[in-house]
């Protein structure tokens, strides 16, 4: 690779700044806005590459270091810097277990609490036999990532998908639907454009569109300003919903829509959401989404093994809702009917 170990920490802590930047406005809630179905990381490689930062970071660290950068982002990074990838987007990645607490501080819960110093002190790096270096923790620090893993999976039931959470989030990708055909919203044509944009330019929209513009904008606009004008829950499933259950969900949407043909009826399907990704693989070298567990003699093993709390934990989370308008007495009516 050529990389002395101090070109290597600034690679991964200039990675780590620059990861997000390519975040659209209100961050995740705005994820299906970047042209050809790109994300945001996709956004900041391309801000590193076709701005000028480049050649700022070339000049003030080291020649390549940008594309060191980006390779750890969106592409293939060499096999020694793969535990840098890990620690960027893996299983136990820090910006996951930065996000934990600060949201649920933020959120005034508890849920995403864990040990985050006992966390750090238990992580470790081994070597794979494919030679590429990888995250491992110490055989003590098992119970800490099963504390950071059941953080992830409360505030995902909890915060994350909340009812009214969710309904928000739906409603904002609505308006930008709508926006991205707005004169302001056709200037987002390249990832880079995303620069041009932020809450408060978008929300300056929002406030624009619901004075402004056609009935539906209009009242998309009107629900997120004034917010008590939302619809409501009707329907839920559990929060590990089977792919089957969509049908099902389909056919009382189908049944409250005759039923109630002015309730605007819709679902919002969270899709499957990992919580982990940890499986026994006993057979082939552990993949970038597993965990090494070193015991005190050096031995490897897979985390699965070593954590009947894991094993028995649902790897993903899906849940699925119907919601619609009405008063009080017709929506407990909605209820029923398809309870």
Known sequence: MGLSIEEGVKVARLSALLHDVGHFAFSHSGEGIYPDRKKHEDASAAIISETGLKKILEKNFFSGIADYIISLLIGTPPPELWFIKNLLS??????????????????????????????????TIVKSRKGSLEIAVDRGGVHTIESLILARYYMFSQVYFHRIRSLYD???GEFLKGWI????????????DVLNFDDVSIWRD?????????PIQKETARTLLERGRHHRWVYETSDHAQAEELGDIRDKKGLLDSKYPGAEVFIID????NIHKFAV???EDVPLDQLIVLDRKGHKHDIINESPVLETLPKEFRVIRLYAKGTDDEIERMRRLVH
């Open 170 to 172: 739906h409603y904002f």
């Open 90 to 123: 893996g299983q136990i990645d820090l910006d996951r277990t930065d996000y934990l607490v600060r949201d649920s501080l933020f959120c005034g819960v508890g849920y995403g609490n864990f040990d985050y110093n006992r966390f750090i002190e238990c992580l």
């Open 270 to 273: 969270s899709g499957g959401q």
């Open 181 to 192: 055909t707005t004169r302001r919203g056709k200037k987002f044509k390249k990832l880079v």
């Open 281 to 283: 693989k006993p057979e």
């Open 206 to 214: 929002i406030v624009e569109t619901a004075g402004k513009a056609g």
